[in-house]
């Protein structure tokens, strides 16, 4: 029998609230300050007590941010990386819905970053939440938000 997504542990709400909320969030490369969309992620990881932590360029600009878990034993470093910037909306008069209405209409999400890196911020978000609960055998976990990838710059 196949198992269904909402018969296994997977946090598919959180998954999807998190993911909507990040598309609420305005993250253009030049446009918006990513301050914004870090904090966002700062707050849902304060709020499940974990340790977002600012990442900053050499020039002291916010480029990004991470999340940590070190078992404390030696082993592979492992690094989850997504952009949580995007790339302008262009003609939004041509959208389904607004480029940050984060719109659900049945199993769809509408809005910019809902089906690449802002999706997959959320769902690397909840696999180190779920590690940092049932740890690693040895290494260590990193979950790399980058704000700064649609510069081109790639700082974070």
Same mark, same amino acid.
């Given at each position: 029998?196949?198992?269904?997504?909402?018969?296994?542990?997977?946090?598919?709400?959180?998954?999807?609230?998190?993911?909507?909320?990040?598309?609420?969030?305005?993250?253009?490369?030049?446009?918006?300050?990513?301050?914004?969309?870090?904090?966002?992620?700062?707050?849902?990881?304060?709020?499940?007590?974990?340790?977002?932590?600012?990442?900053?360029?050499?020039?002291g600009k916010l480029v990004g941010g991470y999340?940590?878990?070190?078992?404390?034993?030696?082993?592979?470093?492992?690094?989850?990386?997504?952009?949580?910037?995007?790339?302008?909306?262009?003609?939004?008069?041509?959208?389904?819905?607004?480029?940050?209405?984060?719109? %659900?209409?049945?199993?769809?999400?509408?809005?910019?970053?809902?089906?690449?890196?802002?999706?997959?911020?959320?769902?690397?978000?909840? %696999?180190?939440?779920?590690?940092?609960?049932v740890g690693l055998n040895s290494g260590q976990?990193?979950?790399?938000?980058?704000?700064?990838?649609?510069?081109?710059?790639?700082?974070?």
């Amino acid at each position: 029998m196949e198992k269904n997504m909402s018969d296994s542990n997977v946090p598919l709400q959180g998954i999807v609230e998190l993911t909507r909320d990040l598309v609420r969030t305005p993250s253009r490369a030049y446009e918006d300050d990513p301050k914004n969309i870090l904090s966002l992620i700062s707050q849902w990881a304060k709020s499940r007590q974990l340790t977002f932590n600012d990442l900053n360029d050499a020039a002291g600009k916010l480029v990004g941010g991470y999340l940590h878990y070190q078992s404390g034993k030696p082993g592979p470093s492992i690094c989850l990386d997504a952009c949580v910037d995007t790339c302008e909306f262009g003609a939004e008069e041509t959208w389904l819905a607004s480029p940050t209405s984060g719109k %659900i209409d049945g199993d769809l999400m509408f809005g910019r970053g809902s089906a690449d890196s802002k999706a997959a911020v959320s769902i690397f978000c909840h %696999i180190f939440e779920a590690i940092s609960r049932v740890g690693l055998n040895s290494g260590q976990l990193y979950v790399l938000m980058d704000a700064d990838e649609h510069t081109g710059n790639f700082g974070g």
